[in-house]
């Protein structure tokens, strides 16, 4: 997600209800009060409004061409690996 910011972004835009962190982040007082701090304003501007705010002060970060997301893991891994029966 790159930033705190985008990271926010992404979250509100998910409609997400809570948002776990490594535990040297969650430990970390600075990191967790810029996140709860991000998080309060994205969801009181709502997505779009925040979105706006981030590019109108050029941190908000495009897509990369050519980046594309994973698909995920989809059935068994090495599913063509397994002997016939």
């Known amino acids: 997600m790159g930033s705190i910011e985008m990271a926010v972004l992404n979250v509100v835009h998910a409609k997400g209800e809570y948002w776990e962190l490594w535990r040297g982040d969650g430990i970390n007082v600075e990191t ?6 991000a998080w309060e304003e994205a969801r ?10 981030l590019v109108t002060e050029g ?10 997301r994973g698909k995920g893991r989809r059935g068994r891994r090495n599913a063509g690996l397994t002997p016939d029966v």
């Not at 967790?32 to 701090?37: C, D, G, K, M, V």
């Not at 009181?44 to 705010?53: E, I, R, V």
């Not at 941190?59 to 594309?68: I, K, L, V």
């Open 32 to 37: 967790t009060a810029a996140i709860s701090n």
């Open 44 to 53: 009181k501007l709502g997505y779009d409004a925040y979105k706006d705010k």
């Open 59 to 68: 941190r908000y970060q495009e897509q990369s061409p050519g980046h594309r």
